[in-house]
């Protein structure tokens, strides 16, 4: 999960290991890229607004590497106007969620993005 937010994080990390998942958090799209290289997650849940490299360029990278390109993406994020998740999905992303979030439909969310394609 990559948030520069510390309560935020925090609390969906929590959220989402008492929901069974392993949660890596990361506090910029930078330091994203470092470790999605070495952790290999299953899924990005990223903000847009981030320090070092925002969450639009953090999915364009992910999306044009061989290594990341079929990793789900989910961005979460308060800027949710149409233009920003038009923006978002064009970028790359497989889902966008705007916060605040609903839980239930966000770990519901998380599962389509995680099972793949039916």
Do not use: W
């Amino acid at each position: 999960m990559v948030e520069n937010d510390t309560s935020t994080r925090e609390l969906l990390k929590r959220h989402l290991q008492e929901n069974g998942y392993e949660v890596m958090l990361v506090p910029d799209g930078f330091a994203a890229l470092l470790k999605a290289r070495t952790f290999r997650p299953s899924l990005i849940i990223l903000d847009m607004v981030l320090p070092k490299m925002d969450g639009f360029m953090l999915c364009q990278l992910l999306r044009i590497n061989d290594e990341f390109k079929n990793i789900p993406v989910l961005i979460l994020s308060a800027q949710a106007t149409e233009d920003d998740i038009k923006k978002g999905l064009g970028a790359g992303a497989n889902a966008y969620l705007p916060k605040p979030y609903d839980a239930e439909q966000l770990l519901k969310k998380i599962e389509e993005l995680v099972a793949g394609p039916a």
